[in-house]
């Protein structure tokens, strides 16, 4: 898998590595597909594995105590998931979800466990990688704490749009299916307010889309949203 050297060398736990470093962690891993729509991991399995993401995209979400469903984030082709085997946990905390039709690497927790050992650079990148994962995750539970419901629904379409967002004719789009469930899964709230505030959002020229496609079409719009701005 020389090929996916160059990949991995995106992934923020695995940045500033030497090349021989990096070819010693990839020939560890195995290529693991999965459909729109399938499993990488569910939440409560044993944290068997971990894995980048090198194609496609894939959901990171959990179930709450009453049953609801909460999107924490979207990963990207770059980014690590499943971590939790690798830094000392028995079982997956989350469930990742490919969106559509998506290639990962995957190495065993004992082989992630082990690199970490013997590799001092990619232990300071996983203190980071961890580090920045809380910081996020600190942030999110703020914006469900603290900003109303709007403010947290325009954060995650920004998100979408950084994460996953291509230049169309009037506008950006996220370029893979997302309907309205899926955003009050990622803002903590209902299918009816998603559906309230994006046909608001609507006819005021900020957003198109159809069941499952979203085109921003005024991005300033939205960050004056997000910022909490007088006359938007």
Not at 24 to 30: E, K
Not at 200 to 210: H, K, P, Q, S, T
Request: hydrophobic share 45%; with cysteine.
């Amino acid at each position: 898998m020389r090929e996916s050297v160059p990949a991995l060398a995106e992934c923020a736990l695995f940045q500033d590595l030497a090349p021989g470093v990096l070819a010693r962690i990839t020939s560890l891993a195995v290529e693991k597909r999965v459909a729109a729509g399938g499993f990488f991991v569910r939440e409560g399995e044993a944290a068997e594995e971990f894995f980048v993401l090198t194609e496609g995209r894939v959901t990171i979400s959990q179930i709450t105590p009453d049953g609801h469903r909460v999107v924490l984030r979207l990963v990207v082709p770059g980014e690590a998931f499943g971590s939790g085997g690798a830094f000392g946990e028995s079982v997956y905390l989350a469930t990742a979800e490919a969106v559509e039709s998506s290639v990962a690497l995957a190495w065993s927790s004992e082989a992630m466990r082990q690199l970490l050992a013997a590799e001092p650079g990619l232990a300071v990148n996983a203190l980071r990688f961890v580090t920045t994962r809380l910081v996020d995750l600190q942030a999110r539970y703020r914006e469900l704490m603290t900003e109303r419901v709007e403010r947290r629904l325009a954060r995650a379409v920004l998100r979408l749009v950084r994460d996953a967002g291509h230049h169309v004719e009037g506008g950006v789009e996220v370029d893979f299916p997302v309907s309205r469930q899926d955003l009050a899964d990622m803002t903590g709230t209902t299918l009816y307010t998603v559906s309230r505030l994006l046909s608001d959002w609507e006819r005021r020229g900020i957003v198109r889309g159809g069941r499952q496609q979203i085109v921003l079409a005024n991005p300033r719009a939205l960050v004056a949203i997000v910022d909490e701005l007088p006359n938007r």
